[in-house]
């Protein structure tokens, strides 16, 4: 059976169908980042004393800082883009949508700076548990990173067709890429400082 694509809001849930959609998927990635730290915390807490390293003499806090204004600013200009939509303001969405997808290869260039520096320092995911679990954590949250890119990038160019047929549909798109976007901001947000600072 197929579910179809509402614009409207259902009456039993106050959302539409791409809105609970996305609720659901945000779930389950809820659960895959939640194991993943609960994980970190029970390896963390089980390791002898002084056998764990701090983050910040290993990893480079000033550079993960900038990361993490880089993705808080996508997040405020993925907010312009869909407020530039409500309000029937197609340029400025291609504009603050075109910023958000730089930004998110503003993240992706300093997280490759600080790869690269690590590996040419010779700290690799197999020198200790503290370094496998960090390359674990931010490269599975790349990951989210270039698929939320490859999604907005696509909104911006081919899939903004829609704008022109169909705007509701069109912005409901946006929104739920925007969720999210906002969702691989804020797994940052506790990976910065739970990693970086701790």
């Known amino acids: 059976m197929e579910i179809p694509y509402t614009v409207a809001e259902r009456p039993d849930t106050g959302l539409n169908n791409g809105k609970i959609a996305i609720w659901l998927f945000l779930a389950s990635e809820v659960m895959l980042f939640g194991a993943l730290f609960a994980s970190y915390l029970m390896l ?13 003499s290993i990893l480079n806090v000033p550079l993960a800082t900038v990361n993490t ?20 303001d197609f340029g400025k969405f291609r504009l603050y949508q075109a910023l958000t997808v730089l930004a998110g290869f503003g993240f992706l260039g300093i997280k490759y700076v600080e790869y690269s520096t690590k590996f040419h320092h010779g700290l690799f995911p197999s020198t200790n548990t503290f370094l496998a679990i960090y390359f674990t954590l931010t490269g599975l949250h790349g990951l989210h990173v270039i698929g939320g890119m490859a999604v907005n990038a696509y909104l ?8 022109k047929t169909s705007p509701e549909h069109f912005t409901n798109r946006v929104e739920n890429s925007g969720l999210f976007w906002h ?15 701790l």
């Open 44 to 56: 963390r807490m089980g390791a002898a004393p002084g056998a764990w390293p701090r983050g910040d």
């Open 69 to 88: 204004v880089v993705l808080i600013t996508s997040s405020v200009t993925m907010v312009m883009a869909w407020a530039s939509l409500k309000r029937n």
């Open 156 to 163: 911006w160019g081919p899939g903004s067709k829609l704008w």
């Open 183 to 197: 969702f691989v901001d804020l797994v940052w947000i506790f990976l910065f400082p739970i990693l970086y600072l």
